[in-house]
């Protein structure tokens, strides 16, 4: 079977989600091309060609391919997947998003975030924000697949040479106009792909505080910065940095929550985490239960003192 | 402009979910079941155009069991007019619900399909993508907000990394982020009221849809529980370990 596994890139580089989608397509098929979907991804194209394994490479460009315009993607990918027996999108929010458009085209119903490839026709995924995994068998005759990226381990960036092949595709979306973009400018890792993340919770009380207590502890160590639904609800801190079931799924090395109670809701979005520090004064709160650390003590004397700690020792 | 919201019923968001010991699904029985919390968004977006005077007619839809008639209500509660039950009692999958939501599209003609990104029970999020594609429509899913502007909406949707905002083309398909809107509680007079609006009652077959679902699930379970750890004391303890024992920093 021939899959097709759409990369996630900034027309410079690939992130690695597309590297992680490519590890599940691996479970599933010895055929794997990729397609790069972009405005001026030459580069990004070029850097897929050299992932281990692959195939071949489809380029596709256009100024709406360029915002990942759903209908544009759309009108892409449904011809060419005459070719192929699935369709593997990481599950970004440009993924989510046209995936399934592609899918109900294919009129074939559509597995969405993967954690688990099962065999071609079985696959893992979670339901009720994380609470339960459920294993489906899909009887459809191609299958569209949104892959979690963080449930897979990155395959080898280089030692592929692929060849790329420019597609003519049009790629129109007339009823659809981008406007404008504002993306958050931040020296800090992107909070989906960072090694390190720190999150605050309601306990920090105003914006001010968010800014004053956790953003510096996670300068200091590198890290992204995260907060809970109830922080970002009490616009403690804005909305693209909400960890959890409706904000973002994320699966760090490190995972420090700060001032977190550790609703349910947050849980699903980082209990995949490699190492969970939960600092809370709160000894009852459900956080401790999934922290590899605890430490019960309060943020305020808690955070200057691990400031210090950290500091000492030339970090 | 008439404005259609399709809402769904499910499992009240702050109900532990158990999964059941024959992983045959999840514990449903005598659980608080409500509307899904960005169903309700997309329903009080509808309001407030309507209140607005951009929407002339909100219609809301359901497909589900008869219980999913109190689903419609608490939107008719709202400020819905009048509600569609399409009614069956198994598990419809994203794909079905968007072809029988396309029939009522067909029937109504709204100007405006607005809906949740995703249910919580099943978290797809993927009807509102796939009602587009079967009308060949332009989306602009997980909005935090949208404009109005006469023939076409502007949309501002919460991306990876920030926000996007698209100019769509009226008909089109707008589905519901968390921060677009903070639902209201319907008061007891309104409460009232919506009792006495209508609900039509049909089924998959007045569509002419096969409501078959495509998955099979074979079974649910639980995922691994992480195991609590240690607590420690002290800033000096807790980097040690991280450092030595850990090893992430």
Redesign the interface.
Known sequence: MAVLVVADHDNQALRDTTLKTVAAAQSLSNEIDVLVLGHGAESAAQAAAKIAGVRKVLLAEGEPLG?M???AV?AVIVPLMAGYDALLVPS???G??????????L???????VVQVVDAE?FV????????????????AKKVITVRPTAFKAVAGEGGSAPVERLSASAE????????????VSDRP?L?AAK?VVSGGRALGSAEEFRAVIEPLADK?GAAVGAS?AAVDAGYAP??YQVG??G?VVAP??YIAVGISGA??HLAGM?DS????AINKDADAPI?????????ADYKT?IP??M???GK?G? | MKVLVPVKRV?D?NV??R?KPDQSG?DLANVKMSMNPFDEIAVEEAVRLKEKGSATEIVVVSIGPSQAQETIRTALAMGADRGILIQHDAVV???AV?KLLKGVVAEEQPGLVVMGKQA???????????????LD??????A?KVELTGEGA?VT?????????????LP?IVTT???LNEPRYASLPNIMKAKKKPIDVKSPADYGVDPT???????????AK?Q?????????D??M??RNE?G??
Not at chain 2, 120 to 134: E, F, K, S, Y
Not at chain 2, 230 to 235: D, L, P, R, W
């Open positions: 915002r315009i759903a209908e759309e970004t929010s440009a989510k998003n046209f995936a399934p458009r592609v899918a109900a085209k009129d074939v119903m559509q597995l969405s975030d079985t995924r979670p339901i009720y924000a994380g609470n339960a995994l459920e294993t489906v068998r899909s009887s459809d979306a007339p009823g659809t106009r981008f406007v404008n973009e504002e993306m958050v992107e989906g390190i160590i639904r909305n693209d079931q409706t973002k090395d490190l349910i809701q209990k490699k190492v969970i520090v401790f239960q999934v922290a590899d650390y605890g430490w019960v808690a003192a691990l210090e700690e950290l020792s970090k | 499992i968001y532990k979910v999964v999840v999958e994203p794909l968007a919580i029970d099943d978290d797809n999020n993927a009807t509102g993508q796939m009602l587009a594609a079967l429509w332009p989306q602009a899913t997980f935090s502007n949707r919460e991306v990876d990394g920030g926000l996007q905002t698209l100019s769509v083309k089109a982020d968390l921060r679902p495509r998955h099979t699930v074979l079974k649910v379970t639980e995922p992480r609590a750890g240690i607590k420690v004391e002290s800033a000096a807790l980097v370990k991280l850990a992430v920093l």
